[in-house]
């Protein structure tokens, strides 16, 4: 790109919502550029979703190992790092080759506004100004750093926790949402010595406690304790420990470990260089910027989707936000439609929802059946050895019609997707019931709470 360039649409972020956006936008014919700060595909390949999961998924391959003990490798987790590098380095590979075979030109840099229409690039030693018709925000979250306990030596965010270098031998976290319970369990099953410190009077909050009980259990088999109601205050480091301070039931405690990990939440970034105050564009308290349905801000030729947008800080909500984006700069009709977003947690075991609980239909006054099976006699899962849990699903007692699901149980990730493609066609239970799945396989166990709930309405209108 020339140092000076007039584009159609700027894309600044090349995360799950960035690069969907530049992609959509190439393949609607606009001339598109991504601008990136640290690696081609944002936060989630680097320092998020991508190695999360891969170090979660080897996690779990060594607790199967040391269950059968064959586990003998000092360095196991020396490669369990090199493995998650490479998951990490092959997205963000695969990224970078789609960008660039759509003809998608790639900056990389910091982005900053100089006006409505032009921004600076500053690159290593580089410079340039590009000059923009339209402009999607996609500049992600960084985890929310507490005053009392800022980030460095050995009080970690996330992304440090991603890369430490051995299995300590003790870990404290403080924040026991979906993060917490995800890193936690994985450091766990390698053999730390892990505690969660959770300020709520549960852990994983916004879960019903029915889905979370049977994480809860495998968490206290993997020697995970999780202390609730516990304020985080002040904590000290010393070359090779931090001790932290926290409250309970108005007591003060103290706890001793090799890190502290903070996942508290995650805070959008749209401060710092980006320069929103030069071009008018304001933010909310939080720092969330406001945008219409289909992602337009109060500046009309800047867009804005994802984690800096309301709603959960989903990359696949980014996802979903990135073509609606791309299609109104093409003058298409889009727009968003939040009928059914998938929550995941990739505990073990997954926890899955979509649409509405049992618990807020309820509370919007809709008359519901519900239909739940469980995982204990499902062929596959036997065959698996992963039992526990189950799947429920929430109807319309009057249309029949599915408005949400939850499973807690193996595969959950994967299969609530069924689920919420039920919700988005307005499948009715019967739909799911009739739907012939293959056997032996964990989705027999859709269809067969789907099966209880068809009972269940059958039953009430004799």
């Known amino acids: 790109m020339s140092q000076h360039e007039t584009i159609d649409n700027l894309v600044i972020g090349s995360g799950p919502g960035g690069y969907v956006a530049a992609l959509r936008s190439a393949q609607l014919g606009l001339k598109t550029a991504v601008v990136e700060r640290n690696g081609i595909g944002g936060v989630c390949t680097h320092v998020g979703c991508i190695p999360s999961k891969a170090l979660i998924a080897e996690s779990h391959r060594y607790q199967m190992l040391n269950q059968l003990n064959r586990v003998n490798d000092p360095l196991i987790f020396e490669s369990a790092q090199a493995f998650k ?70 009080i970690l965010s996330s992304t440090e926790a991603l890369s430490l270098s051995h299995i300590p031998a003790s870990l404290v976290i403080i924040g026991g949402g979906y993060i917490g319970v995800e890193l936690g369990q994985m450091y766990a099953k390698f053999g730390a010595k892990v505690t969660i410190l959770e300020g709520a009077e549960q852990a994983m909050p916004g879960f019903e406690p029915e889905l979370t009980a049977p994480v809860l259990k495998q968490l206290k088999a993997d020697g995970v304790t999780i ?71 109060a500046v009309p030729h800047i ?28 003058g298409q009709a889009s727009t968003i439609d939040y009928k059914a977003i998938p929550l995941v947690m990739f505990s073990e075991p997954e926890v899955a929802s979509v649409g509405l609980s049992e618990t807020e239909a309820k509370a919007k006054g809709i008359a519901v059946v519900t239909g739940k099976s469980p995982f204990t006699i499902n062929g596959r899962a036997l065959a698996l050895q992963a039992t526990d849990g189950f ?64 009972g269940k309405l059958t039953k009430n209108r004799a």
């Open 391 to 454: 799947v429920k699903i929430v109807a319309d007692q009057t249309s029949n019609i599915v408005i949400g699901a939850q499973i807690v149980g193996v595969e959950a990730s994967t299969l609530i997707s069924e689920l919420a493609l039920a919700i988005e066609m307005s499948a009715t239970v019967e739909d799911l019931a009739l739907t012939i799945h293959p056997h032996p396989t964990l989705g027999e166990v859709i269809m067969e709470a789907a099966e209880q709930a068809v």
């Open 85 to 154: 590098q490479g998951v990490v380095n092959k997205q963000s590979g695969g990224v970078r080759f789609l960008l660039k075979n759509a003809g998608v030109q790639i900056v990389e840099g910091e982005a900053s506004f100089i006006d409505e229409h032009t921004a600076l690039i500053k690159g290593a030693g580089t410079e340039q100004h590009i000059t923009f018709k339209h402009v999607i925000l996609a500049t992600g979250s960084r985890p929310i750093e507490l005053p009392a306990l800022p980030f460095g030596g050995r």
């Open 303 to 330: 867009f804005a989707i994802g984690d800096i947008t309301a709603g959960p800080a989903l990359a696949h909500k980014a996802s979903y936000e990135a073509k609606v984006a791309a299609e109104a700069i093409a």
């Open 227 to 297: 202390i609730t109601g516990a304020i985080a205050s002040a904590a000290e480091q010393t070359a090779d420990s931090v001790t932290l301070h926290y409250s309970q039931n108005q007591e003060q405690h103290v706890i001793q470990a090799d890190y502290a990990l903070v996942t508290v939440g995650r805070k959008p970034n749209t401060d710092g260089n980006l320069g929103l105050e030069r071009i008018g564009l304001p933010v909310t308290s939080r720092g969330l910027i406001e945008t219409d349905k289909q992602g337009r801000t």
